[in-house]
């Protein structure tokens, strides 16, 4: 089986793409399609900022005592 040689310039910036899926990008039809850690990968990023926003609600909301 041949290995197949990516070019590592072309997937430079594809470490941060989750949820921009995009069909004429040759990449995301190549290996991100129907790649199940780019979905898990998607929905736990999509959970990290939910909860991001959350924390950053609660500690910047004044308590009163």
């Not at 590592?8 to 941060?16: N, S, V, Y």
């Not at 399609?33 to 991001?52: F, T």
Request: with cysteine; aromatic share 10%; charged share 35%.
């Amino acid at each position: 089986m041949k290995k197949v040689k990516r070019n590592l310039r072309l997937l430079a910036d594809r470490f941060d793409c989750f949820g921009d899926f995009d069909l004429h990008d040759s990449v995301c039809m190549r290996w991100c399609h129907v790649n199940i850690r780019c979905a898990i990968a998607k929905e736990q990023y999509d959970q990290l900022e939910i909860m991001e926003d959350f924390f950053d609600t609660v500690l910047e909301t004044p308590r009163s005592q």
